[in-house]
């Protein structure tokens, strides 16, 4: 006797592929990729994509040496000779405190223009370059204005023992 095996059993037409035979009861079927349109659509989205992450990666790139630009720009006019190191003795008091107010103002507004055309990555190596430049000016005008000073304090106690030294040589005590 023929065992009769209905037609929903087995393998199966799906579209015009025909499904294999399961080797498990739990075979996955999925409809055929039938179109090359799709695929191709798919392909241009992931084209489109690429293009967009290259181009935004080219104006975080401009965008950034634009910012970095005018930052070290103020640095040279700080280096500058007319700058700070143009004060010399007592004149130097208070120079490191005005330029890094300074120093604070300027980065701000450069980094309040550019950060809204950054993506994070560039918004962060900004932000270090502020930093970093921040410090080095820090650095540059303390050690300016300490050595002005000492020279400045030398300079008074030398005056103050060459008066004594004259005083006490005409008798005056």
């Known amino acids: ?13 799906i579209g015009a ?3 294999k035979v399961a080797d498990t009861p739990y075979q996955s079927l999925r409809a055929p990729d039938t179109s090359s349109a799709g695929r191709q659509l798919a392909q241009f989205g992931k084209a489109i994509g690429a293009v967009n992450l290259s181009l935004q990666s080219y104006r975080d790139d401009v965008n950034t040496l634009a910012a970095e630009k005018e930052l070290n720009e103020r640095l040279k006019t700080y280096n500058d000779p007319d700058g700070f190191r143009a004060l010399q003795g007592v004149n130097a008091d208070g120079i490191t405190d005005s330029i890094q107010e300074d120093w604070r103002k300027f980065s701000g507004d450069v980094a309040k223009r550019y950060r809204s055309k950054l993506t994070g990555r560039s918004q962060r190596a900004l932000d270090k370059h502020i930093e970093s430049v921040g410090m080095r000016i820090h650095g540059t005008t303390a050690t300016h204005e300490l050595n002005e000073l000492n020279t400045a304090v030398i300079a008074g106690m030398d005056a103050s023992l060459n008066l004594i ?5 005409n008798g005056i005590t």
């Not at 030294?165 to 040589?169: N, R, V």
């Open 17 to 19: 592929v025909k499904a």
């Open 165 to 169: 030294k004259d005083a006490s040589a």
């Open 1 to 13: 006797m023929a065992i009769v095996v209905p037609s929903s059993h087995g393998a199966q037409n």
